[in-house]
C-alpha cells in the first residue's frame, strides 16, 4: 500500500477512483425517518452543490457511478448535472448486502474479524455476507476499470461502504476509514499498484455546510443572472419556521391544490414535473390522483427538507413514486421529452424573464405532453395591477409581477405551446392567514393592511377587499391554463 499527495492535472495513472460519500440524508435530522429510501436534508443538498461545483473545477470525470439508495442516487445526480454525466446506477455496490440484521455502522466495528477468524459469538452469517461483498466489489471495479482505463471515475455510496471498498483494494480489514458527507476518498491506480491519495476531503465544504446546524441553512451563492438567492433565503426561513405545520396554511393549500388538479384533469400513469414543488403538498396530490411517477423541482433546500419529510411521513404506498430534486426552473435535471406533464404553480411571478423558465419547460415536455400554469392572476387596468403588485412585493420581496390573462397567453404561445383551456378562480383570503404562509412580523402586516385599506372604497388593487366579521378578506385571484406541446 502506498500513501501519496496528488493534483488532479498529474494524469500519469491507470485508473484515478473518486469514492463520495453521500450528502446528510434524512436520518441525521429525523431518526424515526431513517429508511433506505430517504433522501436528503436541507444540508445535505447544499452539500451536494457545493460538492458538484468543487468537483466541476477540480476533475475531468470520464464516469460517474451511484450505489442504488435514494440518497447516494440524489448527491450522484446532483453531481451529474454540474459536470454533464449521466449517472450509472451499480445494484452490486448497495450497502444493503450486509443484511436487515446487522447495521452498517456494527458491521464497520466488526470488519476485522470478519475477514479474518470469526469469533463464536459472531454471526457467521455477516461474515459470509462481507466476504461476497468483497469479492463482488472487486469484480465489479476490475469491469470498470477496464471499461475506463486512464480516466477519473467517480463513485457515491456510503461510508461502509467506501471503507469497505478500501478495505479490500489493499487486502487489509485492518484500515477502517471515517467518511464526512460528501467528502472525497481519492485512490489511483498505477502499473497494477493502488496508492491512497487522499482520504475524508472536504475542503470544498465551507465551515458552515461541515460543521452541525444550529440555525437555517443559508442561500447557495449562484450566478449573478440567475439571481435565486432573495428566493432561497425567504424560503428556506418559511421552511424552518412552524408555517409549514400551520394546520390552517396547510388546509388552505390543500383546498386550492385540489381546485387544481380538477381543472388539470391529467390522466392516471403519466410522468410529471412539479415545478417549485415547495413543501410537496402537490407532488404528493399528483401521485395519490394516479401519476405514475412525480418529480418535485425547488431551489430551496429547507423546502426540500420539508417536502422529504411529508413524503416519508405518507402512509400511502404512491409516496414511493415521488423525488425531489434541487433545481432552478432553468436549469432541470432532466433530459429533452423527459416528462408526460408539467405543472408551473406559483413560479412564473417570481421571474423577471419568464421566458427562459417556460423555454426549459417545454424542453423537457414530451410532443403531446400537457402544460400546466398556475399563477397570480393581476387585474388587466394596468394601474390597479401595478398597486397589486405593490402589495404582493410588501408581503413577499421576491414576487416581481403578476400577470394578466393576455400577458400569461403571449407567454404561453410564444414558448411554442398550443393553449386548449383556461380559468380563472378567486379563493377568498385573509389577510392574517395570507400573510403568515411566509415569515413575517406585525410590523409588515401592518404596512401591508394599511396599504389594502387604502383602496377598500375604489378597489384600487382590484382585489375586492371587505371587512368580514372584523377580519381583512379580499380575493386571491389565480390564472389557470392547460396547454399541450404539438
Known amino acids: ?5 496528488t493534483d488532479a492535472a498529474n494524469d500519469d495513472y491507470d485508473l484515478r477512483l473518486l469514492l463520495i460519500r453521500h450528502a446528510e440524508e434524512m436520518s441525521v435530522r429525523h431518526g424515526e425517518m431513517a429508511a433506505s429510501d430517504a433522501g436528503l436534508t436541507a444540508l445535505g443538498w447544499q452539500q451536494t452543490d457545493a460538492l458538484a461545483a468543487w468537483l466541476k473545477e477540480r476533475y475531468e470525470i470520464s464516469a460517474l457511478v451511484s450505489a442504488p439508495e435514494l440518497r447516494n442516487r440524489l448527491t450522484a445526480q446532483r453531481i451529474g448535472q454540474a459536470i454533464g454525466l449521466p449517472v450509472i446506477v451499480r445494484r452490486d455496490l448497495s450497502g444493503r448486502v450486509y443484511g436487515a440484521s446487522v447495521g452498517a455502522d456494527d458491521l464497520t466495528r466488526k ?37 475506463h482505463a486512464g480516466e477519473t471515475m467517480a463513485i457515491v455510496m456510503g461510508a461502509t461502504s467506501i471503507s469497505a471498498t478500501i478495505a479490500c483494494l489493499f487486502g487489509s480489514a485492518a484500515i477502517q476509514v471515517e467518511s464526512a458527507h460528501t467528502s472525497i ?22 465551515a458552515s455546510l461541515a460543521k452541525p446546524r444550529t440555525k437555517p441553512p443559508a442561500a447557495i451563492e449562484r450566478p449573478a443572472h440567475e439571481d435565486l438567492s432573495a428566493i432561497v433565503d425567504i424560503y428556506n426561513r418559511a421552511a424552518n419556521s412552524d408555517i409549514c405545520r400551520d394546520e390552517v396554511v396547510v388546509a388552505g393549500k390543500r383546498e386550492r391544490i385540489k381546485s387544481l388538479l380538477t381543472f388539470a384533469k391529467l390522466p392516471p400513469n403519466m410522468t410529471v414535473l412539479d415545478v417549485g414543488a415547495g413543501s410537496g403538498i402537490l407532488s404528493l396530490a399528483l401521485a395519490e390522483a394516479g401519476a405514475a411517477e412525480v418529480v418535485g423541482v425547488d431551489v430551496s ?34 433530459r429533452d421529452e423527459r416528462f408526460d ?28 405532453g400537457v402544460f400546466i ?3 397570480l392572476l393581476s387585474h388587466d387596468d394596468p394601474v390597479k395591477r401595478a398597486t397589486q403588485n ?7 420581496p421576491t414576487h ?4 394578466s390573462a393576455q400577458q400569461y397567453r403571449e407567454l404561453i404561445t410564444a414558448s411554442g405551446l398550443t393553449v386548449v383551456s383556461e380559468k380563472v378562480i378567486a379563493f377568498e383570503r385573509e389577510l392574517g392567514e395570507w400573510m403568515a404562509e411566509l415569515p413575517s412580523d406585525a410590523a409588515s402586516e401592518a404596512v401591508v393592511r394599511d396599504m389594502i385599506e387604502a383602496g377598500l372604497e375604489t378597489d384600487a388593487a382590484g382585489l375586492n377587499a371587505r371587512y368580514k366579521d372584523d377580519l381583512l378578506i379580499f380575493d386571491q385571484r389565480l390564472f389557470y391554463l392547460k396547454a399541450v406541446k404539438k
Open 373 to 375: 400554469l398556475a399563477d
Open 301 to 334: 433546500p429547507g423546502m426540500l427538507e420539508r417536502a422529504e419529510y411529508l413524503r416519508l411521513s405518507s402512509p400511502a404506498e404512491v409516496a414511493q413514486r415521488v423525488y425531489f430534486r434541487l433545481a432552478s426552473a432553468t436549469d432541470l435535471p432532466a
Open 400 to 403: 416581481f409581477a403578476a400577470r
Open 111 to 147: 470488519v476485522p474479524q470478519v475477514i479474518q477468524e470469526l469469533p463464536d459469538e459472531f454471526d457467521p452469517d455477516v461474515g459470509n455476507a462481507y466476504r461476497r461483498f468483497c469479492e463482488d466489489l472487486t469484480a465489479t471495479l476490475e469491469r470498470l476499470r477496464t471499461a
Open 341 to 368: 406533464a408539467v405543472i408551473c404553480r406559483m413560479v412564473l411571478n417570481h421571474s423577471r424573464e419568464p421566458a427562459n423558465i417556460l423555454r426549459e419547460l417545454v424542453r423537457v415536455l414530451r410532443k403531446e
Open 390 to 396: 405593490a402589495i404582493e412585493e410588501r408581503r413577499n
Open 185 to 206: 476518498a481519492e485512490l489511483e491506480l498505477r502499473h497494477g499498484q493502488w496508492s491512497i491519495c487522499c482520504i475524508n476531503r472536504c475542503e470544498h465544504l465551507p
Open 1 to 5: 500500500m502506498q500513501t501519496s499527495s
